[in-house]
């Protein structure tokens, strides 16, 4: 009988600690969109405003982060915009060691959604 007892509460947690993280990462593949860009603007003015304030560049003025720019440089989608980020380029340092994977999509997010309306 409690041989029994044992087995089911084994096979309870075991499901309760499949279930957890099947759970979060189905969650997490679906983020709230407007979460992902309250998330990516606090991550910019942090990491990126200063050189990158309203969408400009102070080290590089062409390479800005308007439409434009970002379409004449081929970075204008949010795997791109993410790639460069994480590995950096030129004077900009990479991020990839500094950011989550999670953070680093955010902020690409926020630029393309800035980008698309002119940084205003
Ligand atoms: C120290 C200054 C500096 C910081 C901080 C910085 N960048 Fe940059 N960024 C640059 C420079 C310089 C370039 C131009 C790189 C090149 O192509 O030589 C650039 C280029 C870019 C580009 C490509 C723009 C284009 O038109 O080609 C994107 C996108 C970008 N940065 C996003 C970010 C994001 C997002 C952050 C924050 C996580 C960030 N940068 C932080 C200096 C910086």
Redesign the pocket.
Known sequence: MTRLFSWLLAIALAGFVLWVPLTHAAYAAEPDAAATLATGHQ??EL??????LNGG????R?????QK??E????DTLG??AQ??SQG?????A?GDR?TPAQ?EA??A??LEQAANDWR
Do not use: D, E, P, T
Not at 57 to 60: E, G, P, Y
Not at 89 to 93: A, E, L, W
């Open positions: 991550v910019f990491h990126c405003a200063g050189c990158h560049n102070i080290v590089r062409g390479k800005n982060l308007k720019a970002l004449k440089n081929g970075v791109a915009i460069l980020v380029k030129g004077n900009m340092s991020y950011l680093i902020v690409s926020f630029v």
